[in-house]
């Protein structure tokens, strides 16, 4: 005579069901982990850090409304300040946000050495009366830039851009890259650069 079947699980059937649910959420809790890891790392291997001073030009909008169609200019990234702890190593800056009107054509690192001091508003590439020409300056990016912990960085990056029509917003995104403690860090800065077609600034004798 043939059992009845039970709607209750065998305590077998129950185990191997708690084995496989157990098995689940260490998965999806190992996923989870492996997620949470990953977070902090983008797909270029550079992690987000935070050793730079970030809010170094916050609030500020460094205006230049007497650009040329045709011409190139240096725009200054803010000062690579490092707050931490420990000394970092400065590789490489960008802009990452170009409105239309503007075109990068290169970087170049400097030192605030040979500028005297941190320039703000866009420099015309070949100079012009009481403003240096940044072009002539050595280029640093070749060489490691070491930040010692709580100390401002004389290195910095600028940007080359040429001026190709009507400028319909600023550039923004200064972005640096850096090495500390073995690990590749990216972090982005506050900076604001209004750049404008305007009539040419003249200068005063």
């Not at 609030?59 to 420990?86: F, M």
């Not at 100079?127 to 960085?153: F, N, Q, W």
């Amino acid at each position: 005579m043939a059992r009845p079947e039970s709607s209750t699980p065998s305590n077998t059937a129950r185990g191997k069901r708690g084995l496989l649910l157990g098995l689940a959420c260490a998965a999806a809790a190992t996923g989870l982990a492996v997620w949470f890891l990953s977070g902090d790392t983008s797909q270029d291997g550079y992690r987000t850090g935070t050793a730079l001073d970030g809010d170094i030009q916050a609030g500020l909008e460094v205006s230049s409304p007497h650009t040329q169609i045709g011409k190139e200019y240096w725009v200054a990234l803010p000062a690579a300040d490092n707050l931490s702890d420990r000394p970092l190593t400065l590789l490489r800056g960008e802009i990452t946000q170009v409105p239309h009107g503007l075109r990068i054509i290169g970087y170049k690192a400097l030192s605030h050495d040979d500028t005297d001091g941190h320039p703000l508003s866009a420099s015309p590439v070949g100079g012009s009366p009481g403003i240096p020409d940044l072009t002539t300056l050595p280029d640093h990016a070749g060489r490691p830039s070491v930040v010692p912990a709580h100390e401002a960085g004389d290195i910095f990056w600028a940007a080359r851009v040429r001026v190709t029509g009507k400028i319909t917003g600023d550039l923004t995104g200064c972005r640096y890259y850096y090495r500390q403690g073995g690990e590749q860090y990216r972090q982005d800065l506050a900076c604001v650069s209004k750049i404008r077609v305007g009539p040419p600034l003249k200068i005063q004798d």
